[in-house]
Protein backbone atom coordinates (compact mmCIF):
# COMPACT_ATOMS: atom_id res chain seq x y z
CA UNK A 1 0.00 0.00 0.00
CA UNK A 2 2.64 2.47 0.66
CA UNK A 3 3.54 3.02 -3.40
CA UNK A 4 -0.38 3.75 -3.65
CA UNK A 5 -0.70 7.34 -4.49
CA UNK A 6 1.28 10.38 -5.43
CA UNK A 7 5.10 9.86 -5.44
CA UNK A 8 8.39 10.86 -6.92
CA UNK A 9 9.91 7.44 -9.12
CA UNK A 10 13.98 7.71 -10.30
CA UNK A 11 13.73 6.40 -14.23
CA UNK A 12 15.77 3.81 -14.87
CA UNK A 13 18.79 4.53 -16.74
CA UNK A 14 18.03 1.84 -19.32
CA UNK A 15 15.13 3.98 -21.03
CA UNK A 16 13.65 5.92 -23.83
CA UNK A 17 14.46 9.15 -22.10
CA UNK A 18 16.41 11.59 -23.82
CA UNK A 19 19.85 13.61 -22.54
CA UNK A 20 21.07 15.83 -25.10
CA UNK A 21 18.89 14.10 -27.66
CA UNK A 22 20.54 10.90 -26.94
CA UNK A 23 18.17 7.99 -25.87
CA UNK A 24 19.63 7.13 -22.18
CA UNK A 25 19.25 3.29 -23.24
CA UNK A 26 21.54 3.70 -25.73
CA UNK A 27 24.41 5.87 -23.39
CA UNK A 28 23.80 3.04 -20.98
CA UNK A 29 24.66 0.16 -23.32
CA UNK A 30 28.14 2.50 -24.17
CA UNK A 31 28.91 2.53 -20.85
CA UNK A 32 28.10 5.91 -20.45
CA UNK A 33 24.84 5.63 -18.27
CA UNK A 34 23.12 9.27 -17.16
CA UNK A 35 20.86 9.27 -14.15
CA UNK A 36 18.09 11.18 -14.55
CA UNK A 37 15.81 13.40 -11.54
CA UNK A 38 13.23 11.51 -10.26
CA UNK A 39 9.69 12.44 -11.75
CA UNK A 40 6.10 12.67 -10.38
CA UNK A 41 4.48 9.51 -11.03
CA UNK A 42 0.63 8.19 -9.60
CA UNK A 43 -0.23 4.40 -8.91
CA UNK A 44 -4.74 4.41 -8.11
CA UNK A 45 -4.11 1.17 -6.91
CA UNK A 46 -1.75 -2.29 -6.43
CA UNK A 47 -4.15 -5.33 -6.56
CA UNK A 48 -2.32 -8.36 -6.01
CA UNK A 49 -3.89 -11.32 -8.84
CA UNK A 50 -1.72 -14.54 -7.08
CA UNK A 51 1.56 -15.47 -5.23
CA UNK A 52 3.34 -18.98 -5.90
CA UNK A 53 6.66 -17.55 -4.37
CA UNK A 54 9.19 -16.17 -5.24
CA UNK A 55 6.38 -14.86 -8.62
CA UNK A 56 3.82 -12.58 -7.00
CA UNK A 57 1.58 -11.41 -10.22
CA UNK A 58 -0.49 -8.17 -9.72
CA UNK A 59 -2.59 -5.54 -11.85
CA UNK A 60 -1.46 -1.50 -11.51
CA UNK A 61 -3.32 1.47 -12.51
CA UNK A 62 -0.63 4.18 -12.73
CA UNK A 63 -0.71 7.62 -14.70
CA UNK A 64 1.60 8.06 -17.64
CA UNK A 65 5.27 7.53 -17.07
CA UNK A 66 4.99 4.90 -14.46
CA UNK A 67 7.97 2.35 -14.79
CA UNK A 68 6.84 -0.73 -13.28
CA UNK A 69 10.18 -2.49 -13.58
CA UNK A 70 11.57 0.36 -11.45
CA UNK A 71 8.28 -0.55 -9.13
CA UNK A 72 9.24 -4.25 -8.95
CA UNK A 73 12.95 -3.18 -7.90
CA UNK A 74 11.86 -0.68 -5.50
CA UNK A 75 8.85 -2.95 -3.59
CA UNK A 76 11.77 -5.84 -3.80
CA UNK A 77 14.03 -3.63 -2.44
CA UNK A 78 10.88 -2.76 0.37
CA UNK A 79 10.58 -5.99 1.14
CA UNK A 80 14.80 -6.88 1.95
CA UNK A 81 15.27 -9.27 -0.93
CA UNK A 82 15.20 -7.59 -4.19
CA UNK A 83 12.91 -7.62 -6.76
CA UNK A 84 12.56 -7.39 -10.22
CA UNK A 85 10.07 -7.48 -13.32
CA UNK A 86 9.52 -10.77 -15.14
CA UNK A 87 7.11 -9.93 -17.51
CA UNK A 88 4.29 -6.99 -18.68
CA UNK A 89 1.22 -7.03 -20.36
CA UNK A 90 -0.51 -3.83 -20.33
CA UNK A 91 -4.64 -4.45 -20.46
CA UNK A 92 -5.85 -0.75 -20.65
CA UNK A 93 -4.35 2.86 -22.28
CA UNK A 94 -6.58 5.91 -22.76
CA UNK A 95 -9.55 4.29 -22.24
CA UNK A 96 -8.68 1.11 -24.99
CA UNK A 97 -9.39 -1.95 -23.59
CA UNK A 98 -6.93 -5.45 -24.15
CA UNK A 99 -10.23 -7.35 -25.02
CA UNK A 100 -11.11 -4.58 -27.35
CA UNK A 101 -7.87 -5.27 -29.41
CA UNK A 102 -7.19 -7.10 -32.68
CA UNK A 103 -4.33 -9.39 -33.34
CA UNK A 104 -2.37 -9.05 -36.59
CA UNK A 105 -3.29 -12.16 -37.99
CA UNK A 106 -6.86 -11.81 -38.09
CA UNK A 107 -6.12 -8.26 -39.26
CA UNK A 108 -4.21 -9.76 -42.14
CA UNK A 109 -7.64 -12.00 -43.31
CA UNK A 110 -9.61 -9.59 -42.93
CA UNK A 111 -7.26 -6.98 -44.73
CA UNK A 112 -9.34 -6.99 -47.73
CA UNK A 113 -12.60 -8.01 -46.38
CA UNK A 114 -15.62 -5.55 -46.11
CA UNK A 115 -15.45 -6.97 -42.60
CA UNK A 116 -12.50 -4.62 -41.78
CA UNK A 117 -14.31 -1.61 -41.05
CA UNK A 118 -15.83 -3.36 -37.83
CA UNK A 119 -12.61 -3.45 -36.51
CA UNK A 120 -12.40 0.32 -37.27
CA UNK A 121 -13.44 2.71 -34.76
CA UNK A 122 -14.30 6.54 -35.58
CA UNK A 123 -11.99 9.38 -34.81
CA UNK A 124 -14.67 10.08 -32.11
CA UNK A 125 -14.62 7.11 -30.45
CA UNK A 126 -10.65 7.63 -30.48
CA UNK A 127 -10.97 10.34 -27.74
CA UNK A 128 -13.47 9.14 -25.18
CA UNK A 129 -12.56 10.42 -22.66
CA UNK A 130 -12.81 14.13 -24.21
CA UNK A 131 -15.85 16.39 -23.49
CA UNK A 132 -17.96 16.26 -26.75
CA UNK A 133 -20.65 18.28 -28.33
CA UNK A 134 -22.85 18.31 -30.99
CA UNK A 135 -22.69 20.92 -32.97
CA UNK A 136 -25.64 22.57 -34.80
CA UNK A 137 -25.76 23.48 -38.63
CA UNK A 138 -24.29 26.82 -37.57
CA UNK A 139 -21.88 25.93 -35.74
CA UNK A 140 -20.67 23.39 -37.86
CA UNK A 141 -20.96 25.84 -40.82
CA UNK A 142 -18.75 28.32 -38.59
CA UNK A 143 -16.30 25.41 -38.37
CA UNK A 144 -15.84 24.77 -42.16
CA UNK A 145 -15.01 28.39 -42.86
CA UNK A 146 -12.42 28.60 -39.79
CA UNK A 147 -14.95 31.50 -37.70
CA UNK A 148 -14.07 32.52 -34.42
CA UNK A 149 -15.84 30.09 -32.21
CA UNK A 150 -16.81 31.49 -28.79
CA UNK A 151 -19.36 30.52 -25.49
CA UNK A 152 -22.05 31.92 -27.30
CA UNK A 153 -21.93 29.11 -29.91
CA UNK A 154 -22.51 26.60 -27.79
CA UNK A 155 -25.21 28.79 -25.33
CA UNK A 156 -27.42 29.56 -28.51
CA UNK A 157 -28.06 26.24 -29.50
CA UNK A 158 -31.93 25.46 -29.11
CA UNK A 159 -31.72 22.47 -26.71
CA UNK A 160 -31.12 22.95 -23.05
CA UNK A 161 -27.60 23.16 -21.85
CA UNK A 162 -27.31 21.03 -18.52
CA UNK A 163 -24.93 23.41 -16.04
CA UNK A 164 -22.96 19.95 -15.78
CA UNK A 165 -22.90 19.87 -19.79
CA UNK A 166 -21.62 23.86 -19.86
CA UNK A 167 -18.63 22.98 -17.40
CA UNK A 168 -17.81 20.39 -20.05
CA UNK A 169 -17.80 22.32 -22.78
CA UNK A 170 -15.47 24.91 -20.76
CA UNK A 171 -13.15 22.63 -20.48
CA UNK A 172 -9.58 22.90 -21.89
CA UNK A 173 -10.32 20.58 -25.25
CA UNK A 174 -13.37 19.96 -26.62
CA UNK A 175 -14.40 17.33 -29.46
CA UNK A 176 -17.01 18.78 -31.76
CA UNK A 177 -19.27 16.08 -33.35
CA UNK A 178 -22.18 16.22 -35.95
CA UNK A 179 -25.39 14.55 -35.85
CA UNK A 180 -23.47 10.98 -37.18
CA UNK A 181 -20.84 11.31 -34.44
CA UNK A 182 -18.25 12.09 -37.07
CA UNK A 183 -15.27 14.65 -36.04
CA UNK A 184 -15.66 17.59 -36.92
CA UNK A 185 -12.73 19.89 -35.10
CA UNK A 186 -11.15 19.48 -32.06
CA UNK A 187 -11.11 22.84 -30.19
CA UNK A 188 -9.02 24.23 -27.39
CA UNK A 189 -11.36 26.66 -24.47
CA UNK A 190 -8.87 29.85 -24.02
CA UNK A 191 -10.70 30.98 -20.90
CA UNK A 192 -13.30 33.21 -19.58
CA UNK A 193 -11.43 36.18 -20.19
CA UNK A 194 -11.51 35.87 -23.98
CA UNK A 195 -14.48 33.54 -23.90
CA UNK A 196 -12.86 31.71 -27.11
CA UNK A 197 -11.72 28.75 -28.46
CA UNK A 198 -9.14 27.84 -30.71
CA UNK A 199 -8.72 25.73 -33.36
CA UNK A 200 -6.58 22.48 -32.63
CA UNK A 201 -7.69 20.33 -35.48
CA UNK A 202 -10.26 20.20 -38.21
CA UNK A 203 -11.68 17.92 -40.08
CA UNK A 204 -14.58 19.17 -41.76
CA UNK A 205 -15.77 17.31 -44.79
Known sequence: KQFEGAFY???PVFSALKHNGVCLYKLARKGKPVQKP???VSISYIKILS?????????VSCSAGTYIRTLCAD???ALGCGGHLKELRRIECCGFKINESTTLS????????????????SMSKALPDMPEH???????DKIKDGKKITDGDFNSQKDNTSDER???????????VDKNDDLLAVLNYEGKE???YNYCCVFHK
Open 9 to 11: QQP
Open 51 to 59: MDLPFIRFE
Open 38 to 40: PRP
Open 194 to 196: THR
Open 106 to 121: ELERLAFSPKISDKVI
Open 134 to 140: IADKALA
Open 75 to 77: IGK
Open 166 to 176: KIKISQSFIKI
